[in-house]
């Protein structure tokens, strides 16, 4: 499932009359660098959620062809979320034993092939790729990476998942990449608009919830400014 609703405001003006999925990266669209991703990891079915400009990218995904069979995910009337969004798509998603969420904004060269094999080995209800870098947030992980806390690192607020957490462990940043086991659906118990990250936290005190450590390439596209310098440090890397 690829998260595409976004109103990108950060993508100001660019998003004043297109959504955020259909900002150009790199020379393609956010939706389609996300969904190439995807599909040259194996998949070969993908859903998209919309909500700004819903029509337009319901004719874009009508009229391009991913490689994939593409189901739509409708969120005209409201805005779900990460976890309300993947809630709204679970028709289309609970077939599957586990499923790949990634978010439209975020470019990186991560081998999903490879984090989804080790989360089927591990036995995670879901595996969170994350990264040691620079971050407002974390999620704090115990020595067995399993998901313990997250941190505001600019207001120090945490949101504790489960004890013997002391305030010690691993803070590492999350990519907006994971996979989940479709046993998570019958879990989840939130409804409406709600983040999938507190979901993770609020699973982790009873399932296991583990993080993936990925380098390489990753960035935010969530503004301008970020797109471009990704862009260029592409350029740099060919």
Not at 95 to 107: A, G, S
Not at 214 to 222: E, K, M, N, P, Q
Request: charged share 25%; net charge negative.
């Amino acid at each position: 499932m690829i998260f595409a609703a976004g109103l990108g405001t950060r993508l100001a003006p660019l998003t004043d009359n297109k959504p955020k999925a259909l900002v150009e990266f790199n020379g393609k669209t956010m939706l389609e660098n996300a969904a190439q991703k995807l599909v040259e990891a194996g998949c070969d079915k993908l859903v998209v959620n919309v909500h700004h400009f819903p029509e337009m990218m319901k004719d874009f995904i009508k009229t391009h062809d991913f490689g994939a069979e593409v189901f739509i995910s409708d969120e005209t009337d409201m805005l779900l979320e990460t976890g309300g969004g993947m809630m709204k798509a679970r028709k289309y998603l609970e077939d599957e034993p586990h499923f790949i969420l990634y978010n439209v904004d975020v470019d990186s060269d991560i081998d999903i092939s490879t984090m989804y094999i080790n989360h089927i080995q591990s036995g995670a209800l879901a595996t969170l790729a994350v990264m040691d870098r620079n971050s407002t947030r974390s999620l704090i992980f115990d020595s067995s990476m399993r998901l313990c806390a997250w941190k505001n690192n600019i207001t120090g607020e945490t949101k504790i998942s489960w004890k013997p957490f002391n305030g010690e462990g691993r803070a590492l940043a999350f990519s907006g990449i994971s996979v989940a086991s479709n046993l998570i659906f019958d879990l989840t118990t939130e409804t409406g608009k709600f983040s999938i990250t507190d979901l993770y936290l609020r699973l982790a005190k009873a399932e296991l919830i583990e993080g993936y450590i990925h380098t390489g390439r990753w960035a935010d596209l969530g503004s301008v400014e970020k797109i471009k310098a990704a862009e260029k440090r592409i350029r740099n890397e060919e």
